[in-house]
Structures are given as structure tokens and as C-alpha cells.
């Protein structure tokens, strides 16, 4: 029992609905990591001003602290 063209036909017709070809594939995960990419260059800049964001809140409440504890020490 040799297996035939249209039997190779037939097999192709069954995979192309389920499977992906490589090429295609590549493509495609190309497309998703290039996005990726770009991402984590804006999350580094989010992070960046989050730091910053921190730091400066971070003296505002040293600043009041240190008047609270001036007022309720007396000074």
C-alpha cells in the first residue's frame, strides 16, 4: 500500500488548518518580540521617573517629620 500524491494532498488540506509553517511562525513571533521590545524601553522610562517620584517623595516627608518633631519637642 504506497501512498499517493492525493493522499499527500489530502494530508495537507488537514494540517493546513491546524498547523502553522515555520516561516510563518517566525514571522509572526518576530512581530510580537519587536513589540516586546519596545516595551521595555518605555518600562525603563516609567521606572526611571517612578525612582524619581519616590526620592522626592521620600524628602517631602522627611521634611515634615522633621517639623513635627520640632514642634512637639519645642524649638
Known amino acids: 500500500m504506497a501512498v499517493s500524491h492525493e493522499d499527500i ?7 493546513d488548518d491546524r498547523y502553522v509553517l515555520q516561516s510563518d511562525c517566525d514571522a509572526t ?3 510580537i518580540n519587536n513589540k516586546f521590545a519596545n ?4 518600562i525603563e522610562l516609567l521606572v526611571r521617573q517612578q525612582t524619581i517620584n519616590n526620592w522626592l517623595t521620600g524628602a517631602i516627608a522627611s521634611g515634615i517629620i522633621a517639623l513635627l518633631i520640632k514642634v512637639f519637642l519645642g524649638g
Do not use: A, I, M
Not at 494532498?9 to 494540517?15: C, G, P, S, Y
Not at 516595551?39 to 518605555?42: H, L, N, P, V
Open 9 to 15: 494532498q489530502e494530508l495537507k488540506k488537514v494540517f
Open 29 to 31: 513571533q518576530q512581530k
Open 39 to 42: 516595551d521595555d524601553k518605555r
